[in-house]
């Protein structure tokens, strides 16, 4: 077993910590910094409900060590909404369409998208639809999410 401290910027906050060489980061952030958001469903990358954004890529915390994110700054789905509680364009366009179900597949679909759209990117609807390839909804509800996505592009002018 080896040790190792770790520090990282998660939504804006400075944490540091001393993690085992093995801790997943998704485990991390739920267990040791508390930002529950991050649903761990397979623990193998293929259901993407632990999708987060670290250094402003989508990444799947559960194929991400601990210790692979010193020095990193990541967002969970409890950093995308602004201070004041407007809710982020994905997060809004999920509610407004219906897109979130039981809601345990649901931030790992708005962190995915929002880095997709991250730096005023328009990516259109079959883009957005391509990203949701690495994502499983176990309530079956792709409908609601799919009207998300046409929200989205029609919103960008990128249907």
């Known amino acids: 077993m080896s040790e190792h401290r770790i520090s990282m910027t998660v939504n804006g906050q400075q944490h540091r910590g001393l993690v085992e060489g093995r801790l997943m980061l998704s485990d991390w952030l739920r267990e040791a910094a508390g930002y529950t958001g991050v649903h761990v469903g397979c ?4 259901c993407g409900a ?3 954004i670290v250094d402003g890529r989508a990444v ?7 210790v692979q994110a010193d020095g990193c700054s990541l967002t969970t789905v409890e950093g995308l909404a602004a201070a004041d509680g407007t809710l982020h364009p994905v997060q809004q366009a999920l509610k407004d369409c219906h897109g979130l179900q039981c809601g345990f597949c649901t931030p790992g679909i708005a962190m995915t998208l ?6 005023d990117a328009q990516p259109d609807e079959a883009a957005m639809t391509q ?7 176990r309530c079956t509800g792709y409908q609601g ?4 996505i046409r929200q989205l592009a029609a919103e960008d002018g990128t249907p």
């Open 60 to 66: 799947r915390a559960c194929l991400m060590l601990a």
């Open 114 to 119: 929002a880095a997709l759209r991250a730096d």
């Open 43 to 46: 623990e193998q990358g293929v």
């Open 131 to 137: 990203a949701m390839s690495g994502h499983l909804c």
């Open 145 to 148: 999410i799919r009207r998300a």
């Open 50 to 52: 632990c999708t987060i």
